[in-house]
Each structure stands twice: as C-alpha cells, then as structure tokens.
C-alpha cells in the first residue's frame, strides 16, 4: 500500500511541473501582452447605413484583433472632423475628399493624409420628382433645388452643369436646413434637393412619395470623376503609430466583408 502511495505522490509531483510551467508561462504573456490603443474617431455627419463597417469591425471583434479601441463621435461636417484630425484631438475620421484636397490646399494645412477610401465615387446626387418634369440632369433648368446648409456638393455643381451644358443661372437653389430636405420635397415646396444617391431617395420613399416618382441623378453618372469619402489621420499619430493605422484599416476591410456578406445584419 504504501508503495502504491509512493508511485502515486511520484506521478502526481511529476505532472505538478510541468502544469506549473504552463501556468506561469500564460501569466508571463498575459503580464507582458500590450494593452489595447486607445483611438477617437470623428463621422463628418449623423450616422447612416454607410457607416455600418466600422460598427460591425466594433462588433464582431475586427478592432480588438488589432488591439485596437475603438470610440466614435459625430462633427458637424467634413471641416470639423479634419479640423479635430489636424489637432490631434481625434486620431481619424471619416470625411469627404473633395473638402480634403480643399483642406490641403491651404498654405498652413497640416499634413493629414486619406489612408482608406470608402467611396470610390462621389456620392452626390440631385433626387427629383418625375410628376414635376424632371428625368435626367438639364431637365433641372428652371427648376427650384432645395441644398441643405453646408452641402459639399455645391463645390461641384458649377463645373458639373458647365460640362452637361446646364446654365448654372437657370437652377434656382433654396437653401434648407438638413432635417427639412425631404419633407419639402414630398411637400411639393422645391422640385428636386441635393442629397446622397444612397440616401435621400430612401428617405423620400419612406415619407410616402412613390418609388416610380423619383429620380436619383448621380453626379458619377454625369462626367462627375471624383472619389468619395475616406479615412484621413493624423499626422502625428501615423508617424507615432503606423502599425496601428494599418490595423484599423485590416479591420474595416473585415467590416465591409461583413457588411457585403450580411447587409440585413449591417443595416
């Protein structure tokens, strides 16, 4: 018996060891993991299904894998969100281009750099009423369009009307607060507004106007070239963190894999 009991002592000492090196080994790499890094990032708008990705790589872990976390806020347009950049007060956002090659082209700008583009169009669109004469871009002449405070696309309609040969003096553009731009539209108060191609139709059609009374004229679909929005950082946090900005980016390529594979889950 006691022999047993000495076999028993020598086997259970014998596993002892190398369980104990196994738990130490986890504690050594749990104490010397590095922490998550802290990142602010700044939407130039109110949030919207375009912005799915980011919150679906939150979701799903993409950002963690990166040991990266993740908060958001929402500036009050493309302007703020690169100014919050340019201060370092967010380390990124989402913002149109267009405002940041504008941003750049300032003599005392700094630096900030796209590092991801989201759109590879320019999501501007006029969305009109067919009921009220319009069906493709020139038919807007005459025509009274609702633009809503501090709409970027206003930047490119002079050239986009010079090159579908639209005389910028025969559009009339009433100017409305971003919260009224579709209601005045299905209220029959303007005959087209300035919006998002993804967006205001949806808005509209949800306000009750019919599918078949609407048209969405997408400026890409009129000679219109530009890029759309992207992810712009700073520039000290790049050259600080570029590892991290690599990250960020390799998790919300993941996002938009999930967004594409289930947009009802995204949505």
């Known amino acids: 018996m006691s022999d047993f009991k000495s076999i028993a002592l020598r086997c259970l000492l014998a596993l002892s060891i190398p369980l104990a090196t196994l738990i130490a080994r986890d504690v050594s790499a749990a104490e ?50 690169l100014a919050r950049v340019a201060k370092g007060d967010s380390e990124l956002a989402l913002v149109d281009i267009n405002e940041l090659i504008r941003f750049r082209d300032k003599e005392d700008a700094a630096p900030v750099k796209a590092v991801f583009v989201l759109f590879n169009r320019a999501p501007y669109a006029i969305v009109a009423r067919r009921s009220r004469g319009i069906h493709v871009l020139p038919d807007l002449d005459g025509k009274t369009v ?65 599918g078949a009374d609407l048209v969405v004229l997408r400026y890409a679909d009129y000679g219109c070239e530009a890029y759309g929005f992207a992810v712009v950082v700073s520039p000290a946090f790049a050259a600080a963190k570029p590892d991290a900005v690599k990250g960020f980016v390799r998790a919300l390529i993941a996002g938009i894999a999930a967004t594409v594979k289930e947009p009802a889950r995204a949505a």
């Open 32 to 81: 010397t993991a590095a922490p998550s890094l802290a990142i602010h990032f700044s939407f130039d708008r109110p949030l919207d299904a375009s912005m799915a990705p980011f919150f679906l790589a939150a979701k799903d872990g993409s950002f963690g894998a990166e040991r990266l976390n993740v908060s958001f806020s929402i500036a009050t347009g493309s302007p703020e969100a």
């Open 146 to 210: 609702g633009v809503a405070d501090g709409d970027l696309s206003m930047r490119l309609w002079p050239a986009l009307a010079q090159q579908n040969g639209i005389k910028a003096s025969r559009v009339k553009f009433h100017k409305i607060g971003a919260a009224v731009r579709e209601p005045i539209l299905s209220a029959g108060q303007v005959d087209a507004v300035a919006g998002f191609n993804y967006l205001s139709a949806v808005n509209l059609r949800d306000r009750g106007v019919p």
